[in-house]
């Protein structure tokens, strides 16, 4: 086991810039979570950590080593790769056991490892099976097999369960969660998937258009989204975000919606009249107020999930969700007053994007 | 004949065209085995039945005498050994070479490959009539005539350009994530290709196999230019040599003819079972 420690990191390809200074520190024995949409540089931050992608500008160290220019093999990092990449015409037993014959090991240790590997994740009755007889879920765990044989300093896992079903996937991911917790070994694991990324990791690195939008622990990161960005990308369903501007001349603070809806502020809270202002509400922070207060709006679609029930409706001129847990059965159309919890309310500079209270 | 049976199905309205495509393909086939049909008839004829002018005639009584005739002449066993000499180590060196530089066209590229690819498969271009002149010079220079070296090396060269074009195109199948999980394991770019990509590769290998064993078992023209000696013939050579000053001996030519075929039957029928689909099958999500 190691720590990662990516300092400064640039990544070019020809003439377009993927990854522009990143830098992050992954602790011994953490299991990191790189999110972010597609093309936001999270698998060439992972691939370079690999050694299968030079590192333009920066430095990344396993440990206390840097290693820019190590290769791949000497890094002494396993990878799960999002296609599995099984050898087809290697058993499981062998694919398993490729890399310790690669490195001549002995037969009877090889045999040994890849027998524990495979009692691990349950895979004792299909050592002798090519990848071709398994289901996409054994496959998976057979690619994993593979890395825990090696016993390397650290993992990589780059969008393993983006190929399984919904249901496999919440499988797997338990799995993986539970195998971490079981060998301690440094993990770096890419989705896109940021409920995966909230349920699995420690910490969570957000990265967009090849910058790191925000480091932290999950829940922290949903609590406290420090940009316009992370509020939109963490949380499902999403925050709902109403564009507004500071009020002034009553005793407490207030602002309004573009359409000019009052929207209530906390408090303690200072915005200057006119600020420009996104003000941020998840839908679980929506309450159904009575006696006229809140803020009305107009139910459009209501979906029941069972646990909660979902109600999309339009306030203060933008489409919103709330999520309630107790059922309701209201007919679209019909109007409601909608009160947000004050206390976990987020508000945004609409210019920077930044979060503007504590 | 499914779809023969489909053209003249109640109901439909009339296609002529799987009769059409059946019928011709039918005359097709029988026109290029009517060749094959006729040597082994003659085969097995004697040399006055041949005489007779009953060349395509079911003959009297199946005589064996060719065969024998054939397979107890010492300068057969050497026509046989000589092919052999050349045709086992020039397939192997093509195919060999072919696929170090399809797995560096397919896995490595590098500034220009793409054009140096183009250069080595237009390769395949050039007739053997170009180049038969310069060749010649150049082993003669070489002290290489009557010696089987050159056909080696001249099978082996000529056959780089196919094995290439093939072996690359079939690598470029091969998922990249299995070279990169294999690099990330340890090993190196040869390991990569004899411990991962070759074994993935053997539909290619097989049918590549197949036809440089065939070309160069059956080749006439260089082995003529290049050899003068009885000794040094290969078998082709040998059936054309069989025949005598003032006659022709049909029987004896039949039935070499057939016993020359018999090794790349052979081998066709060795590798056939590696013409397999679907071996990449199972490696990545697909």
Redesign the interface.
């Known amino acids: 086991m190691a720590s990662v420690s990516i300092r400064e990191v640039h990544k070019s390809f020809d003439d377009t810039a993927v990854i522009h200074g990143v830098s992050i520190d992954i602790e011994d024995g953490e299991f990191l979570v790189l999110v972010g949409p597609s093309g936001c540089g999270k698998s060439t931050l992972l691939r370079m950590i690999a050694g299968l992608e030079d590192v333009n500008d920066g430095e990344i160290a396993i440990g206390d080593k840097v290693v820019n220019h190590m290769a791949p093999k000497a890094r002494d990092v396993a990878m799960v790769f999002q296609n599995y990449a099984l050898y087809p015409h290697m058993t499981v037993r062998q694919n398993m056991g490729f890399s310790l014959r690669l490195r001549k090991a002995d037969k009877a240790m090889i045999r040994e490892r890849v027998d524990s590997a495979a009692q691990i994740l349950g895979l004792t009755d299909l050592l002798n099976r090519l990848p071709r007889q398994l289901s996409g879920g054994e496959r998976q765990r057979v690619a994993m097999g593979r890395a825990i044989v090696r016993d390397p300093q650290v993992f990589l896992f780059d969008e393993p369960l983006s190929n399984l079903d919904a249901k496999l996937r919440v499988q797997m991911r338990t799995e993986i969660k539970a195998l971490h917790q079981r060998l301690r070994t440094t993990s770096i694991y890419v989705t896109h998937d940021q409920v995966e990324a909230m349920t699995m990791a420690e910490r969570i690195v957000v990265m967009n258009l090849g910058q790191v939008e925000q480091v932290g622990r999950p829940l922290d990161l949903y609590d406290r989204p420090a940009n316009l960005f992370v509020a939109g990308f963490i949380g499902s369903p999403a925050m709902n975000l109403i564009e507004a501007s500071g009020t002034a001349g009553s005793a407490t603070p207030a602002a309004a919606a573009d359409d000019g809806t009052a929207l209530p502020l906390p408090a303690d809270i200072r915005v200057g009249e006119g600020q420009p202002l996104v003000y941020g509400v998840r839908p679980e922070d929506l309450a159904l107020a009575t006696n006229g207060a809140g803020v009305e709006a107009t139910v459009s679609v209501v979906e029941p999930t069972g646990s909660s029930t979902l109600v999309f409706c339009q306030m203060a001129g933008q489409e919103i969700c709330a999520e309630f847990q107790e059922r309701h059965d209201f007919d679209p159309g019909e109007t409601i007053r909608l009160m947000p919890r004050l206390e976990t309310l987020h508000l945004f500079d609409r210019e920077s994007g930044q979060r503007l209270n504590a | 004949m499914v779809d023969v049976a489909l053209a003249f199905a109640p109901g439909r309205r009339f296609n002529p065209w799987p009769a059409v495509i059946f019928i011709s393909l039918a005359v097709l086939a029988l026109l290029f085995l009517a060749p094959t049909a006729g040597v082994l008839l003659s085969s097995i004829k004697t040399t006055r039945d041949i005489a007779l002018g009953q060349l395509w005639t079911i003959p009297s009584e199946l005589f064996w005498g060719n065969y024998a005739e054939v397979l107890a002449n010492p300068a057969v066993h050497r026509y046989f050994l000589n092919t052999f000499i050349v045709t086992a180590p020039a397939t192997v060196a093509s195919i060999a070479l072919g696929s170090l530089a399809g797995y560096v066209f397919a896995k490595l590229p590098f500034r220009g490959s793409n054009l140096l690819f183009l250069v080595i498969v237009s390769g395949m271009f050039f007739p053997p009539q170009v180049i038969l002149i310069p060749l010649f010079r150049l082993f003669n220079a070489m002290d290489l005539i009557d010696t089987l070296y050159p056909i080696i090396i001249i099978h082996t060269a000529m056959g780089i350009p196919i094995c290439t074009l093939l072996m690359r195109n079939f690598f470029a199948t091969v ?1 990249n ?2 070279r ?8 190196n770019e040869w ?1 990569v290709l004899t ?2 990509a070759l ?2 590769s053997l539909p290619a290998l097989a049918v590549l196999a197949t036809l440089q064993f065939t070309w160069i078992w059956n080749d006439f023209l260089w082995p003529l230019i290049f050899t003068q000696s009885d000794e040094k013939r290969t078998i082709m050579l040998g059936i054309v040599n069989l025949q005598g000053q003032y006659s022709v001996a049909w029987g004896v030519q039949g039935s070499l003819s057939l016993i020359a075929s018999l090794p790349t039957l052979i081998v066709f029928l060795f590798f056939q079972r590696y013409f397999i689909k ?9």
């Open positions: 998922p994530a299995l990169e999980a294999a690099i990330l394991e340890g090993a390991q411990r991962v074994p993935l679907g071996m990449t099958m199972g490696a990545v999500k697909g």
